[in-house]
Nanobody
Framework: QVQLVESGGGLVQAGGSLRLSCAAS????????MGWFRQAPGKEREFVAG???????THADSVKGRFTISRDNAKNTVYLQMNSLKPEDTAIYYC?????????????????WGKGTLVTVSS
C-alpha cells in the first residue's frame, strides 16, 4: 500500500520561506514521478510542481522562480522549497503520485495522495 506523509507546513510571514517534505513508502520510490498540489480556501486543487523519476522538474507559472521541487531517492522523500512566500500561497499542500511508473502527464489524475499540510502566509 502506497503511503504519503507530508510535513513542514506552518505559519510564516510574507517574504518568508518554508520547506515541505513528503515521505513515501510501499513501493520502489525511484521509479515514480512525484508531485505537489495545493488547495486554497474556496478554490479548486491545483498543480504546483512535479519531478519525474529522472529528476526532470516542472513548476506552475504562479510559483516559478520562488518554489523548487527536489527528491532524495535514498530517503524516499520529495521536497518543496518555498521562498518569497505570498499570502496567496496560503493553502493545504498535498503530495501525490501515480500508480504508473516512469514519466507521467501532470494533468492526469493522481492515484495516491497524502493528507496534506497547511501553509499559512500572513501579510
Amino acid at each position: 500500500q502506497v503511503q504519503l506523509v507530508e510535513s513542514g507546513g506552518g505559519l510564516v510571514q510574507a517574504g518568508g520561506s518554508l520547506r515541505l517534505s513528503c515521505a513515501a513508502s510501499g513501493r520502489t520510490f525511484s521509479l515514480y514521478s512525484m508531485g505537489w498540489f495545493r488547495q486554497a480556501p474556496g478554490k479548486e486543487r491545483e498543480f504546483v510542481a512535479g519531478i519525474s523519476w529522472r529528476f526532470r522538474d516542472t513548476h506552475a507559472d504562479s510559483v516559478k522562480g520562488r518554489f523548487t521541487i527536489s527528491r532524495d531517492n535514498a530517503k524516499n522523500t520529495v521536497y518543496l522549497q518555498m521562498n518569497s512566500l505570498k499570502p496567496e500561497d496560503t493553502a493545504i499542500y498535498y503530495c501525490a503520485t501515480s500508480r504508473t511508473p516512469y514519466d507521467i502527464n501532470w494533468s492526469d489524475p493522481m492515484d495516491y495522495w497524502g493528507k496534506g499540510t497547511l501553509v499559512t502566509v500572513s501579510s
